[in-house]
């Protein structure tokens, strides 16, 4: 057996949690967990065929499918080898898994949906009212990014990086920036390194706001998301103010960060922290002490805690079933290593799970912050680049989970990257989350997992 | 809820007043809303389509239903079908899988209709334009009325640019 199919043992039995696969021409990579610890192994397939992990690991079978498209290598034994993320690759149209009983009725709904939202498709099969079945078709926003980073300049690299997902592009960036360094032995200085960390807090902060309210909103309880959607305003204007850019698009940038923080903007975001903690606890009572959204929330869209540990789901969505993990934590980065928090984790997978996971992490990112700001070093915030050959790998936390990003550097040149969203991982959950719940309360059980578009498909 | 009364009472409302704080969403709140009066008797529905953006554009988008930037009160307004709406605001480098959606989309809404395009993406792809996926933004595809600049655009830069949207067809 080989090391490739080996490890794919180890998946298979729970030993091992998958982190990604992804392919170059003439190998195919995979990272796991494993003790603790980010571990890399790569598989030469020069003739572009690999034995196919996700027979006996099944959360490996949407990335293998993005590997054949991409590739076009063939991942032997693959259960289903439909394509993923490239769409128009085959000359009939894409089939649906069949799903035959008496009284089903399907719906279609997206790419386009009924509101400001990414594109995505979603097949429904339902029977009356409760769904039977969810199949997901994603790749309408594949931007090619994969192909787009091999032979790119760093700093344009960093920028497109930054672009995966535009909510999480602190994670992003950081997680781009934190593997570059590793391939180039690069180490940025202190400041920078506590200044990246006070950005992916304020990002966590101002996108758990917006889904707490969002959330709500989709239980049609709409003054939640008001006031929520104020706290969220508050804290990107404070990131404008400080950063200059509200959503801190390109801040984390390799070696360092791009723009200092002045010391008014440190009393500034110190009173923001103030400010929404004292605003956000009646908001937190309110959602608690309201039985009508409640009845919408607790009991729907139940994931199983099994599902959340072979899938090794990240974020909330694992958070709220059971699964005990935080990317700040193990493997770990600096300076997560010298701040006190704890990582809130429930048992019971409901939508309600997974706000009340939020509501946590709010309390848990603003006594970051305001630690942070207490302790944040002095000095520079750029270092000098160090040009080398090299491959580096990192796991970084975003607010819906972990993002992984692997490349390899040739000096300036990034050679290769692959970027891993947390969806990955989740997409495929929320399919079995719904089943069996009332369509009506998809939107609200999709919304609670809030998996990226873009940054999933690349 | 007698003590939410209590304090509303007194509070002042968050959204923004046409005379204070943020002069420049000011005075465009202000110009906006004579326009689209004068325009369409102070009515716009919108329809947004992600053609392939990474989500920043989308989130702004959102944000201008906020209290602070209060869309609505302007007679703007997101809506849910293409046949309900005068202007389509694309974001996105348009993904070859987006390109069919977007242009059925734009198929189904009522003439006249506007086309905006919002971003860096959907100008002519911006950090993604050599992307073999992509067809380097909205022009290719559809007639454009309007570029809103910005990687995304602001709420009050989205503002700025339905204003200038109304005047150019006044």
Same mark, same amino acid.
């Given at each position: ?7 794919g043992?180890r998946l298979a039995?729970?030993e091992a949690?998958?982190v ?10 995979l990272?796991l967990?494993e003790?603790?610890?980010l571990?890399?192994l790569?598989h030469?397939c020069p ?5 196919s992990?996700?027979?006996?690991h099944?959360?490996a079978?949407r990335?293998e499918r993005?590997?054949?498209?991409l590739?076009g ?5 693959l259960?289903?080898p ?8 085959t000359?009939?149209?894409y089939?649906?898994?069949p ?9 279609a ?5 009924a509101?400001?939202i ?7 099969t339902?029977?009356?009212?409760t ?9 309408y926003v594949?931007?090619g990014?994969?192909?787009l980073m091999a032979g790119?300049?760093?700093p344009?690299a ?6 995966m997902?535009?909510d999480s ?5 950081l997680a ?9 032995g690069?180490?940025?200085?202190a400041?920078a ?7 992916a807090e304020?990002e ?10 969002a959330?709500?909103?989709d239980?049609?309880f709409?003054?939640m ?5 104020i706290l ?5 204007r404070?990131s404008a ?14 070696g360092?960060?791009?723009r200092?923080l002045s ?5 500034l975001?110190a009173?923001l ?8 606890a009646p ?21 199983h805690?099994d599902?959340?540990?072979?899938f ?5 969505v694992?958070?709220?079933s059971g ?7 193990t493997?770990?980065y600096?300076?997560?290593?010298q701040?006190a928090?704890t990582?809130?984790v429930?048992?019971e ?5 997974r ?7 709010i ?9 942070i700001?207490a302790?944040?070093?002095?000095g520079?915030i750029r ?31 990034v050679?290769?990257?692959h970027l891993?969203d ?5 997409w ?13 309360d ?14 999933h498909d690349? | 809820?007698?003590?939410t009364l209590l ?16 002069p420049q ?7 906006l809303?004579?326009a689209?009066?004068?325009q369409l008797g102070?009515?716009l529905?919108?329809r947004a389509?992600d053609a392939g953006s ?11 239903s906020n @209290?602070f930037?209060?869309l609505? $009160?302007? /007679?703007?307004r997101?809506v %849910? =079908? !293409?046949?309900?709406a ?5 974001t996105?480098i ?8 977007l242009?059925?989309t734009?198929q ?6 506007w086309?905006? @395009?919002?971003g860096?993406c959907a $100008?002519? /792809?911006?950090v993604f334009a %050599? =992307? !073999?996926?992509?067809m380097g933004?909205v022009g290719a595809?559809?007639p454009?009325d309007l ?5 995304p ?14 005047q150019?067809?006044?």
């Open positions: 057996m080989s090391a490739w199919e080996a490890a043992a039995a729970g949690s998958l990604s696969l992804w392919a170059e021409p003439g190998a195919v990579h990272a967990l003790a603790g610890a571990h890399h790569a030469d003739t572009g065929r690999f034995p992990l996700a027979r006996v099944p959360p079978l990335l993005a590997v054949q498209d590739f290598f063939v991942a032997e034994g259960p289903d439909r394509p993923w993320l490239v769409h128009g690759t000359a009939t149209p089939r649906f898994l799903v035959e009983g008496e009284n089903l009725h399907e719906i709904v997206g790419p386009v949906h509101g400001i990414e594109p995505g498709h979603f097949r429904f339902c029977d009356g009212e769904v039977v079945r969810v199949e997901e078709r994603l790749g594949h931007r990014v994969e192909a790119a300049a760093l344009l960093a920028q497109r990086a930054g672009r997902s535009g592009t602190v994670a992003y960036a781009f920036a934190l593997a570059a360094e590793q391939a180039s690069t180490a940025p200085p400041r390194v506590w200044l990246r960390a006070l950005m304020i966590r902060l101002a996108n758990h706001l917006g889904d707490v309210g959330i709500c909103n239980a049609a709409a003054l998301h008001a006031h929520c959607a969220r305003e508050r804290v990107l404070a103010a400080c950063f200059g850019h509200r959503l801190m698009i390109d801040g984390v940038v390799p360092g960060v791009a200092d010391p008014a903007g440190v009393a975001l009173g922290a103030h400010e929404i903690r004292a605003a956000f908001l937190a009572r309110l959602y608690d002490m309201t039985a009508s959204l409640q009845d919408r929330t607790v009991g729907t869209g139940i994931l805690p599902l959340a540990r072979q090794a789901a990240g974020g909330y694992g958070r709220a699964r005990d993990f935080d990317a700040r934590r493997p770990g600096p300076p997560y290593e701040l928090f990582v809130p429930l048992r997978g409901d939508v309600n799970a706000i009340m996971i939020r509501i946590r992490e309390g848990e990112t603003l006594g970051l912050i305001e630690q700001l302790r944040l070093p002095e520079p270092a000098a680049w160090r040009q080398t050959r090299g491959e580096g790998m990192a796991l970084v936390e975003g607010f819906r989970g972990d993002v992984f990003v692997w490349l390899r550097l040739e000096g300036e040149t050679a290769r990257c891993r947390p969806s990955w991982f989740q495929p959950l929320l399919e079995a989350a719904i089943e069996g719940n009332i369509i009506a998809f939107p609200l059980c999709n919304k609670s997992f809030n998996c990226a578009y873009a940054g690349r | 809820m007698r003590k304090r509303d009472m007194f509070a002042r409302p968050l959204t923004e007043p046409l005379t204070r704080p943020d969403v000011v005075e465009l709140a202000r110009a809303d004579a689209a009066q004068r102070r009515s529905s919108i389509l990474c989500n920043g554009c989308e989130l702004e988008m959102h944000a201008l @209290a930037y209060d609505e $009160r302007f /007679g703007l997101f %849910a =079908s !293409p046949r309900h005068d202007v389509l605001m694309v996105g348009v993904t070859r899988a987006m390109r069919v959606a242009e059925r734009d189904a809404m009522p003439r006249p209709r086309v905006v @395009a919002v860096a $100008r002519d /792809g911006g %050599a =992307s !073999p996926q992509g933004g595809v559809l454009v570029y809103i600049a910005g990687c655009p602001s709420p009050a830069d989205l503002l700025a640019g339905l204003l200038a949207l109304l150019q067809k006044t």
